[in-house]
C-alpha cells in the first residue's frame, strides 16, 4: 500500500521516520511517495520565524536526502521520490495549479493512473484537503492523534511574563450607571417614570389668556394719545410690538406645554466612565449605541423667555433702546477649551452618541451628562445599550453591553 503524507504531518507530528505506520494502515506492506510539491513546502518552512518548524523542515529535508540511495526507512518501509510530468489538464478536474492541496490531489490523480489498482491514501489531518480528496475519490486516513507534537514555543513564557507586564501596566476602562441610592456601579440602570402630567396648560386656559391679552391691547392701540415730539415711524414701531405680542404670548403658553410634555417623558442616564487601572487613561474616544426609536439629549430643554410686554415710549429715545439693548459681544476668541468633548449625536440605523475626553487618571471616575426621551408614554420601554471605548494608551479596543429596566408609576 502507498501513502503520502501532508506537509503539516512532517511539522507537526512524530518525526515521520519514529512512527510505527504499520499501526495506522493495519499491513505491513508499506510504501511512503514524496512528491514535488511536499518537498517545495518543506524547503519553503526551512525559514520559518517560528524556531521549531523551522528546524523540523530542515530535519525532514536532511532525512530524505540520506534515504535517496538506501531507499527505505529505519523501520524498514519503503520510500519513492516519484517525477511526475508537468503537463496536466487541471481545467478538466477543476482543480487551481497555485493551490497546495489542489497540486497534492493532482500528483495523486496522476500517480494513481499509473498505478494499476495500487492507489494512494492521504494521510492528513486537514479537513479542507480531505473533502477535496474525496471529492475526487482518493483514499483518506487522518493520523493517530497521540502522535501530535506537543510544541512549546520557548518564546512563550517570555510572552506571557509581557502579557502580564502590560495587563499590569495599561488603563482598565469600562462604562457603568451609577446608582446614588446606594453608591454603587452597575451594568443594569433601573428607575421608575411617574405618569403625571400636572403643571400643563389645557387648552381652554390657554385660549382665555390669549383673548385677555388681545382685548388688553385693542385698547392700547385705540389710545392715540402720544407726546408731540413722538415721530409717526416711533409710533408705528410701538404698535406694530403691541399687534405681535398676543402671537407672541400664545407660542410661549405652547411652547411651555411642549417642553413640559417632552420632561415628563425624559429620563437622566447616569453614565460613569471607570479607570480602575493603575495607568492614566489618554485619547479616550467613547461610542454609544441606542435603540433608533428612543431620542437622546445632552441636556434638560430650555424654557422659552416670556415675551416683554411692549412699553409706551414716552420720548423719542425710547423708540431706539432696543438697538442698544440688540448689541452683543463676540467672545469667540476666549479659549473655552474644555477636557470632554461631547455628547456628538448621530442618527442612522440606530442612534450613535461620541464622547471624547482627553484624559482619565487612574482610580478616577467621569460622569458623561446624556438624557433618554420617548415618544409617549405608551412607548416607554426596557433597552440595550451597547459601547465601544478606544483608548490612545491601550492596545485592545474596549466593548460591552449596559441595560436600561424601566417601571412606569401611575400617580394618585
Known amino acids: 500500500m502507498r ?9 507537526h507530528y512524530d518525526l515521520f521516520t519514529e ?11 508499506l510504501i511512503l511517495v514524496v512528491t514535488p510539491t511536499i518537498i517545495k513546502e518543506l524547503d519553503d518552512k526551512k525559514y520559518d520565524q517560528r524556531d521549531h518548524i523551522g528546524k523540523r523542515a530542515q530535519e525532514v529535508i536532511s532525512k530524505f536526502r540520506n534515504m535517496l540511495n538506501d531507499g527505505k526507512l529505519p523501520c524498514g518501509i519503503a520510500i519513492e521520490f516519484p517525477s511526475l510530468n508537468d503537463k496536466f489538464d487541471w481545467d478538466s478536474v477543476g482543480l487551481n495549479s497555485q493551490n497546495a492541496d489542489d497540486r497534492i490531489i493532482a500528483e ?13 491514501c492521504i494521510v492528513t489531518a486537514d479537513y479542507g484537503l480531505e473533502l477535496k480528496a474525496k471529492n475526487h475519490n482518493i483514499k483518506v486516513m487522518p493520523p493517530i492523534e497521540a502522535w501530535k507534537r506537543k510544541l512549546k514555543d520557548p518564546r512563550d513564557k517570555e510572552i506571557e511574563k509581557l502579557k502580564e507586564i502590560i495587563k499590569n501596566t495599561v488603563p482598565k476602562v469600562k462604562l457603568f450607571f451609577y446608582n446614588e441610592k446606594d453608591n454603587t456601579y452597575k451594568d443594569t440602570f433601573e428607575a421608575s417614570m411617574g405618569d403625571d402630567e400636572t403643571g400643563l396648560f389645557d387648552d381652554d386656559y390657554i385660549n382665555k ?16 394719545d402720544y407726546d408731540l415730539f413722538l415721530s409717526k415711524e416711533c409710533i408705528k414701531k410701538y404698535k406694530d410690538n403691541l399687534r405681535k405680542y398676543p402671537d407672541e404670548c400664545l407660542k410661549y403658553l405652547r411652547d411651555i406645554n411642549d ?6 417623558l425624559m429620563i ?4 460613569i466612565l471607570d479607570n480602575s487601572g493603575n495607568l492614566p487613561a489618554e485619547d479616550l474616544d467613547i461610542w454609544i449605541t441606542f435603540p433608533r426609536d428612543l431620542e437622546v439629549s445632552g441636556g434638560i430643554p430650555e424654557f422659552p423667555e416670556q415675551p416683554k410686554k411692549p412699553h409706551r415710549p414716552k420720548s423719542y429715545a425710547d423708540c ?10 463676540d467672545n469667540s476668541h ?4 474644555k477636557d470632554l468633548i461631547g455628547p456628538e449625536i448621530e442618527f442612522s440605523t440606530e442612534i450613535s452618541v461620541h464622547y471624547h475626553l482627553k484624559k482619565l487618571k487612574h482610580g478616577l471616575k467621569y460622569p458623561l451628562p446624556l438624557f433618554v426621551i420617548f415618544e409617549s408614554k405608551q412607548r416607554i420601554h426596557n433597552f440595550q445599550i451597547e459601547y465601544v471605548i478606544n483608548v490612545g494608551n491601550h492596545p485592545k479596543q474596549i466593548n460591552g453591553k449596559l441595560f436600561v429596566m424601566l417601571k412606569k408609576m401611575k400617580l394618585k
Open 3 to 11: 501513502f503520502i503524507l501532508d506537509t503539516n504531518m512532517y511539522l
Open 19 to 29: 512512527c510505527k505506520w504499520s499501526d495506522l494502515f493495519g499491513v505491513d506492506d
Open 108 to 120: 495523486v490523480l496522476q500517480l494513481n493512473k499509473v498505478s494499476k489498482g495500487n492507489d494512494i
Open 209 to 224: 389668556i390669549y383673548e385677555n391679552i388681545k382685548e388688553d391691547i385693542q385698547r392700547k392701540l385705540s389710545d392715540n
Open 259 to 264: 417642553i413640559k410634555t417632552k420632561i415628563s
Open 268 to 271: 437622566e442616564i447616569p453614565f
Open 320 to 329: 431706539f433702546s432696543w438697538d442698544i439693548n440688540a448689541i452683543q459681544l
Open 334 to 337: 476666549l479659549n473655552n477649551q
